[in-house]
């Protein structure tokens, strides 16, 4: 490291090799640079990479195996002759520190303080794994013959275990040794395979096409085409077979009304226009139809007496009286028609009968008007041929 960072560098006029040696000890400082800033306190900065799965117990988060950190490395002790070096680097997550130091007595890395290790270990012999022969073993094997006969033993036994496992493993690897034929078989159908795909694509883009849909088709099922062969479609009626089921219903209908409806029209009165219920023929349309035109009749004014000319008279049987006399009905005749009847000479005031000329002028002008049974009979001819009757 200290020979690449001297390689080509600027030697001042003033250098000396007897006196400086080098240029670090010129410059004063370390040929490892700002990694050995804390050497003076025992501690070594190093690129450290993370041996095994943890969690950070500063923000929980997982630190996966080979992340790189600098860390701070220093010595903290010896198994027998073997140094521990303890390890402290910061989270690049969060502001924890992570403080490991190594075991040299199990050949691993220890968590002190800062995270928790992801438990990812087994035991080889529960995992079946081949386990490399302990010492111990190997010098017992070569001074103890009985011991060696009962390993030897033991060994057989899993030879005749495993025996079925390897023999079925040789199979597999005769099926798999003829590799031509294995990738011709591989290939014909990938090809098979590729030709139904794309005729299944070109079907789905001619329906499409054909339906106008903009909407991705999923490839069809054994249920949906049980389904497609219960359905029944059938065209719908033409524009000529419509118009002449129409025109057959208009023949069959009845041009008259039904006898309920009849008997409640002829029930009612002339001026009174029918109700939505009433006769079983007549539509909803109809009666609407109906009371629109009896709207738009219009509907004659009523007819007083002063329009016809007729000017009514006080009763002249109770002189000095300004008030009319009551007039009482003839027998047989309605309370309201002597009221209707058109006033005679009696019904005059009296300042009339008293005054000759007043009276002779009026009898004149009785005499020129119609008489009242003529006007009754000209308005009954009138309104014979009215709408209203």
Not at 109 to 130: L, P
Not at 192 to 211: G, N, P, T, V, Y
Not at 212 to 226: F, G, H, W
Request: with cysteine; proline share 7%; aromatic share 6%.
């Amino acid at each position: 490291m200290g020979e690449r960072k001297g390689v080509n560098k600027y030697y001042p006029p003033d250098f000396n090799p007897k006196k400086h040696g080098s240029l670090n000890r010129y410059h004063n400082s370390h040929p490892l640079r700002e990694r050995a800033r804390k050497l003076s306190q025992g501690i070594l900065i190093i690129r450290f990479e993370m041996p095994y799965n943890i969690w950070c117990d500063g923000c929980k988060n997982h630190i996966g195996m080979g992340v790189r950190y600098n860390a701070e490395k220093k010595k903290v002790g010896n198994y027998y002759t073997t140094p521990i070096y303890r390890f402290r680097m910061k989270c690049h997550l969060c502001v924890n520190y992570i403080e490991m130091q190594t075991d040299p007595a199990n050949c691993d890395y220890v968590i002190v303080s800062g995270a928790q290790r992801k438990e990812e270990r087994w035991d080889m012999v529960d995992n079946e794994q081949v386990l490399p022969t302990e010492h111990e073993t190997k010098q017992k094997l070569e001074t103890d013959a009985m011991f060696r006969l009962e390993h030897g033993e033991a060994d057989r036994g899993a030879l005749r275990k495993a025996l079925p496992t390897l023999s079925h493993i040789q199979e597999a690897q005769s099926a798999w040794k003829d590799d031509f034929a294995l990738n011709s078989t591989l290939r014909r159908k990938f090809r098979e395979k590729k030709k139904a795909l794309q005729e299944e694509e070109q079907r789905d883009q001619a329906l499409q096409a054909k339906a106008s849909l903009a909407i991705p088709l999923v490839p069809e099922t054994e249920a949906d085409r049980r389904l497609a062969a219960l359905l029944r479609f059938h065209t719908p009626d033409s524009y000529e077979d419509r118009q002449k089921l129409k025109r057959s219903e208009i023949i069959s209908r009845s041009w008259f009304a039904s006898p309920s409806g009849s008997g409640s029209s002829s029930s009612s009165s002339p001026g009174s226009s029918p109700g939505p219920g009433a006769g079983g023929g007549s539509s909803k349309a109809s009666s609407v139809l109906r009371k629109l035109a009896q709207s738009r009749r219009p509907t004659p004014a009523a007819i007083t007496v002063e329009d016809l000319g007729i000017v009514r008279r006080r009763s002249r049987d109770v002189p000095g009286s300004h008030q009319p006399a009551a007039e009482t009905p003839k027998p047989g005749e309605p309370r309201g028609a002597a009221q209707d009847r058109p006033a005679g000479a009696r019904d005059c005031p009296q300042e009339t009968a008293d005054n000759p000329k007043t009276a002779g002028a009026e009898g004149q002008a009785r005499e020129a008007a119609p008489s009242p049974s003529s006007l009754s009979s000209s308005l009954v001819a009138d309104y014979s041929g009215s709408e209203s009757e």
